[in-house]
């Protein structure tokens, strides 16, 4: 019992100190909060956050206190780990420190790697509504109707322009995702990410490619009607599906979707029009066929014993002189 009280009473001064420690710690990490918020509000962070769009919904985001709270943090840290060394207990303080030691280290890579995603937000943000004026000023959102996928339902929220806006600020936050990650360590993450990047990108390689191709099926499809030739709507709708069936033949193979089975389909697909073609000609267009290859050898005798008729009549008008 007295060896306990002794050891007990010997370590109470490092208990009261520790607890000083912590408390008066607490107090600073506090009041530099409160100081950290209030120069931040007064410089217009809030109103900052609002511009960026960072204070929507029923809870407004507050900018200001979300770094206040974010410099108590880091105040503590250290001082959790002052107080747990001056209570001198080695089994715990000892893997306490060193976990502590890791997360303070890591902290700079931390706040550099949000530092990147901030700043890349509100660049990709900015760059989108930029991008979103200019396409609507050139109408692009009339552009579906002219592709021939309907128009714009009144009201509708996601417009093709406020799109292609949102598009450009989910691109610029994965580049700099890649750079972020890259500055806390995760190699195998940012070199996965680079590659789901180059996949998004030729998927969206692929997706202008059909774009293209819908637009000038249309195009060509109105000029085949415009001709008023026999059987216009038909050959139009031929021409319109010929070019739709190479557009996304061609879409699909940039994707990289199944390169081999899009080229064994085509392939198949043009040989069995061609033999379709050469079939139906063959059985039902056999007499035309016949006629249209007497016709061709008859010009072509004709036009041979043309030419034969002057170098005889030459050679003949030279051989009398002799």
């Not at 769009?53 to 407004?60: E, I, M, N």
């Not at 309907?150 to 995702?177: M, T």
């Not at 972020?180 to 969206?204: C, E, K, T, Y």
Request: proline share 3%.
């Amino acid at each position: 019992m007295e060896g306990m009280v002794e050891k007990i009473t010997a370590f109470l001064p490092n208990l009261f100190v520790a607890g000083f420690i912590l408390l008066v710690g607490l107090f600073l990490a506090r009041v530099i909060c409160r100081i950290v918020t209030n120069v931040l509000a007064a410089f217009g962070a809030d109103k900052l956050g609002e511009k960026v769009g960072l204070t929507r919904g029923a809870k407004p985001f507050s900018l200001s206190k979300t770094l206040g709270w974010l410099v108590y943090i880091f105040i503590l840290i250290p001082i959790v780990i002052a107080a747990l060394d001056a209570v001198g207990l080695e089994a715990i303080t000892q893997p306490t420190g060193n976990m502590l030691q890791r997360l303070l280290s890591g902290i700079p890579s931390v706040f550099a790697a949000a530092l990147v995603l901030g700043i890349a937000y509100v660049i990709g943000r900015l760059v989108g509504q930029l991008i979103k004026s200019l396409l609507e000023t050139v109408n692009f959102d009339a552009l579906p109707s002219k592709l021939g996928l309907g128009g714009q339902a009144d009201g509708a929220k996601w417009s093709p322009s406020a799109i292609v806006g949102y598009l450009v600020l989910v691109v610029v936050l994965l580049f700099a995702a890649v750079s972020a990650l890259s500055l806390l360590g995760f190699a195998n993450l940012s070199d996965l990410l680079v590659d789901f990047l180059f996949f998004v990108g030729h998927i969206l390689m692929g997706l202008v490619i059909l774009a293209i191709g819908l637009y000038l099926s249309s195009v060509v499809a109105e000029i085949i009607k415009s001709r008023q030739i026999a059987q216009a709507v038909l050959l139009s709708l031929v021409a319109r599906v010929a070019i739709l069936l190479l557009a996304g033949a061609m879409a699909l193979r940039q994707m990289g979707l199944a390169n081999e089975i899009i080229s064994l389909a085509f392939g198949l697909l043009l040989g069995s029009v061609a033999v379709a073609g050469a079939i139906a000609f063959g059985l039902g267009g056999r007499e035309i066929a016949a006629q249209k290859l007497k016709e061709w050898l008859s010009s072509i005798e004709s036009e041979k014993s043309n030419k034969d008729k002057p170098l005889t009549k030459k050679g003949r008008s030279r051989a009398k002189p002799s």
